[in-house]
């Protein structure tokens, strides 16, 4: 089945410095949605970008991601870190046809500090 | 526009004992979803409505977890005889349905089995 993989659990950072968060996808469909979904502390998950395009940026909130079909990534990118930022990251896959299932991947916390 | 409104907010259950739990997506959204949030799994899909009718519930574990939806209003997870290791946030989300759509997310519901 489909799935995303997530391979930080954790990343630190200092206020300034760029931003990035890694995600993978596995699935058969060819035309999959991305989605970054963020949560902060005593909040609901809710969408920063999404794409279905590939090799288009998408941006959204200082933040960007281009998904490439070819290494079947999308990661999340932004050029200056700010305290506001630190957050829970959630990458997540919407497949093609059929069921339509939202999968999540295990999720990056990143704690900003000046 | 009211959001998607999950109750209650805090289930404290003693083991074995039943948990109800209820979800109103937002009106005019015909996918709705459970998940399932912890520290250690994230975000965890449990089942997936459309139109009302389930269509993927793969992440339920089958003895104990069952779901319904039986109006266009309303969803219910039901845990049967709960444990310690059901305690999560359980998380209801609904979106229009367009593959490309935002999942619009609850504030949850916290339970604790002890």
């Known amino acids: 089945g489909d799935s995303v993989t997530q391979t930080e659990g954790l990343v630190t950072l200092t206020e300034g410095l760029p931003v990035m968060l890694n995600c993978t996808y596995q699935t058969i469909y060819s035309n999959p949605f991305l989605f970054w979904y963020v949560q902060h502390l005593n909040e609901s998950p809710r969408l920063l970008l999404k794409?279905?395009?590939?090799?288009k940026r998408t941006e959204h909130q200082g933040f960007h991601a281009t998904l490439h079909k070819s290494s079947s990534s999308f990661h999340l990118q932004k050029s200056s870190a700010q305290l506001s930022d630190s957050a829970l990251y959630y990458c997540?896959?919407?497949?093609?046809?059929?069921?339509?299932?939202?999968?999540f991947g295990s999720g990056t916390r990143l704690l900003v500090s000046p | 526009n009211a959001g998607v409104i999950q109750t209650p907010r805090h289930k404290v259950t003693g083991k074995g004992q039943e948990a109800t739990l209820w979800c109103e997506p937002i009106s005019g959204h015909s996918a709705v979803f459970w998940y399932r949030q912890t520290i250690v799994q994230g975000l965890e899909f449990l089942t997936y409505f459309r139109n009302q009718a389930p269509i993927d519930d793969s992440g339920m574990p089958k003895e104990r977890f069952s779901a319904q939806m039986p109006n266009q209003s309303h969803s219910t997870l039901k845990i049967q005889s709960t444990q310690p290791q059901d305690s999560a946030v359980y998380l209801c989300?609904?979106?229009?349905?367009?593959?490309?759509?935002?999942?619009?997310f609850g504030e949850g519901s916290r339970l604790i089995v002890v």
């Open positions: 794409s279905f395009t590939d090799n």
């Open positions: 989300a609904s979106s229009p349905p367009d593959r490309g759509d935002t999942l619009y």
């Open positions: 997540a896959l919407r497949g093609g046809t059929g069921g339509y299932k939202v999968v």
